[in-house]
Every structure is written in C-alpha cells, then in structure tokens.
C-alpha cells in the first residue's frame, strides 16, 4: 500500500469514506455530530481546496485498486491570546476496516506530524468521541496526550424536564 499526497482527482473517492466516518460519528453522539444532510457533499468543495493548499496535509492510502484511508488536516489560527500563533488540526481519518490493525493510520498520521514539522508547525491538535478508545490508543502511540476534556450538554433537554 503507498501513502500519498492526495490530489483533487482522489476527491471522489474519499467521499464514500467521509459518509462512513460521519454516519460513524453521528451513530456515537448524534447531538455532537449532528450532521446535515449528505455531509460528505459539504466536504466536496473543501477537500478540493486541501488537496491544492500547502498549508494543509491530505493524505491517501491506495492498495492495488483502490483508496483504503484518508487523514485531512489543516493548520489554524489560535486566538490572539497565547503566545502559540498557529497550530495544525487532524479533522478526520479513515481505514476501511478490512485494512484496519495494518499500521496504515499510524503511518498516515506519523506522515502528517513530520509534515507540519517540515512547515514549522509546533503543535498539532485533534478530537476523538469519548467512546472511541481505539483512537485515542493510536493516538497515544503517536506521541499525543490528553490536553482537554471537551463537555457537552443539550439545553433543549433539560428545558424540557
């Protein structure tokens, strides 16, 4: 399998794979990732720009045939009251799960540190469903840690009680 730089002719192809992760995610916390309709259709337009910024990592997995993964990051702005200017944001990544426990997400992820790296780029952030131990393994393999607690609470639930 090769890890690649994606291109926007990979675009179509990773869209089946963005359903996938957001049906996934909606399936965990569908109040968290409350998606619109067809939202790998909203990620068409973005990818296209990622897949042409060099201030972006989007990166592909191909086997023979066929792209098995996807990892889309970007680098962010932080507010203008810490002394970190900028920092990188993995926003989603994918395996198909026939080619799960392969090593590929680690090398997609390790490809995409070195990169900011390359950039300049000191830190790089990302956020996983509570449920999802299974990242939050990997992850932790690549060397993040735990920096934040993200809670939520639906106002309109408890309106009504």
């Not at 990979?10 to 992760?21: S, T």
């Not at 569908?30 to 910024?53: D, H, I, M, T, V």
């Not at 540190?113 to 390359?118: G, I, K, L, P, S």
Request: proline share 4%; aromatic share 10%.
């Amino acid at each position: 399998m090769e890890i690649r730089n994606a291109t926007p002719a990979d675009v179509p192809k990773v869209l089946p794979m963005v359903a996938k992760i957001c049906a996934l995610h909606d399936a965990w916390d569908s109040a968290k990732y409350g998606f619109l309709p067809n939202p790998e259709q909203r990620y068409q337009n973005w990818l296209g720009r990622l897949a042409n910024s060099e201030r972006s990592v989007f990166l592909v997995t191909e086997d023979a045939e066929n792209l098995v993964a996807f990892l889309v990051a970007t680098v962010e702005r932080e507010i203008p009251i810490y002394r970190l200017q900028e920092y990188a944001f993995i926003h989603d990544l994918w395996v198909e799960p026939e080619y799960r426990q392969k090593g590929v997400a680690k090398q997609m992820v390790m490809q995409a540190v070195e990169t900011f790296a390359q950039m300049g780029v000191k830190q790089i952030r990302l956020d996983t469903a509570a449920i999802n131990e299974a990242a939050r393994k990997l992850f932790a393999s690549c060397g993040f840690r735990i920096s934040t607690i993200e809670m939520l609470i639906e106002i309109d639930v408890i309106s009504e009680t």
